[in-house]
């Protein structure tokens, strides 16, 4: 095999691994955001993550991590729509957001 192969079959190998680790990561968010919803008493809508945001970051021991962030939508009612996030390092969950739909009520 010459450089140019081995090249992109390396580069292949590393992007299969990051499509895997990626899923991985989105199905560890769509869980928290499920048991924090269930918790709250809210409805996760869609039963979905959507990613919006992905970096390097340095973790609790000094090593370069993805960190990812990912959205959902929630409702207290089913008739209301609310953005929360949950943030991960890795696969744990580092920040989860659900704050939305407290003090935003209207009152008639």
């Known amino acids: ?3 140019p192969e081995v ?3 390396a580069l292949l190998c ?3 691994w990051f499509w895997l680790d990626s899923l991985k990561a989105r ?5 928290a955001a499920s048991q924090a919803c269930l918790r709250e008493g809210l409805q996760l ?3 979905t993550v959507a990613g919006r945001g992905l970096r390097l970051v ?3 021991e000094g090593r370069m991590a993805l960190q990812r962030v990912f959205e959902f939508e929630y409702s207290e009612s089913g008739y ?3 953005r929360g996030s949950v943030t991960l390092l890795g696969r744990e969950v580092t920040v989860l957001e659900l ?3 407290r003090g935003l009520r209207l009152v008639q």
Request: aromatic share 12%; no cysteine.
């Open 1 to 3: 095999m010459e450089f």
């Open 7 to 9: 090249f992109a079959l």
């Open 14 to 16: 590393l992007l299969a």
């Open 27 to 31: 199905e560890a968010g769509v869980a």
């Open 45 to 47: 809508l869609d039963e």
């Open 58 to 60: 340095r973790n609790d």
């Open 80 to 82: 209301d729509r609310f």
């Open 99 to 101: 704050t939305a739909h």
